[in-house]
């Protein structure tokens, strides 16, 4: 019989201003059906209770004084010490099965080195609630998939093996303020690994990003910067060209 060891998780969650969110936030992981075995919480710069806020609810808080989710987000994955990195945001409600669903993903599958989810929004009409999942989620994994050769990972849901962020820690954009870190982290995956887009790992994620034409604006105006840092070093052919050669090379074992 093959004894099956578990896999530590641990949560990271930049935070700045964010307080009566991320409470709910951290008691949605209290939830769990498997807890956590560390919550991160990254205070960037916060003028409010957020720091207070998660050590009552049990969070190791790091501080990021200089602001920017990149250097915040990336902070708070180098001071984890699980075998695997889950990241949410301050307004996202994990299901109760989320750490469950990541270990298991993780646990079965020894090839998959990234594992990235879906939104369902909350916090707007219905109408904007389906245009943030299709038009801007979806259209998010339609463009950057073939752009990448894998599925792009969505910050407010995903989760990475600690040994697949060690490796690409050193390259990420972390003085970056207004890219996406999440979308800079996905270009810097290497051939050879390996991102699972799974349908069914689903967060609810406030739909305040588009409450606003200024706010969605914004968040749009970080795709193409974010974009414009990898390009010029690695064509789009090339890419394409890098992870053929990886698949045939997989293939042929």
């Known amino acids: 019989m093959t004894t099956v060891f578990p896999l530590s998780v641990s949560v ?3 935070a700045r201003d964010d307080a009566v969110l991320l409470e709910r936030c951290l008691h949605a992981l209290d939830q769990q059906t498997r807890r956590p075995d560390e919550i991160v919480v990254v205070d960037n710069g916060s003028s409010d209770d957020t720091a207070a806020v998660a050590e009552r609810l049990g969070a190791r808080v790091v501080a990021e004084p200089l602001q920017g989710i990149p250097r915040a987000a990336s902070a708070g994955y180098d001071a984890t010490t699980g075998d695997i990195i889950a990241r949410l945001d301050a307004d996202s409600r994990p299901g109760p099965d989320w750490i469950e669903r990541i270990e298991r993903t993780f646990r079965d599958r020894d090839d998959v080195d990234f594992v990235t989810g879906d939104p369902r929004f909350y916090g707007a009409t219905p109408w904007v609630h389906w245009a943030g999942e299709h038009l801007y989620i979806g259209g998010m994994y339609t463009v950057l998939t073939p752009l990448l050769g894998h599925a792009p990972l969505f910050g407010s849901n995903m989760a990475m093996r600690s040994a697949s962020w060690r490796a690409l820690s050193g390259e990420v954009h972390r003085e970056e303020r207004n890219i996406h870190d999440d979308f800079d982290l ?11 887009r799974d349908r069914d790992l689903v967060v609810e994620v406030s739909a305040r990003p588009f409450q606003d034409w200024a706010s969605l604006r914004r968040r749009l105006s970080y795709v193409l910067p974010t974009v414009r840092l990898h390009l010029p070093e690695e064509t789009l052919h090339r890419r394409r060209q890098v992870r053929r050669r990886a698949a045939a090379s997989s293939a042929g074992r």
């Open 12 to 14: 990271v969650i930049p």
């Open 186 to 196: 996905s270009f810097h995956v290497r051939p050879g690994m390996t991102v699972l």
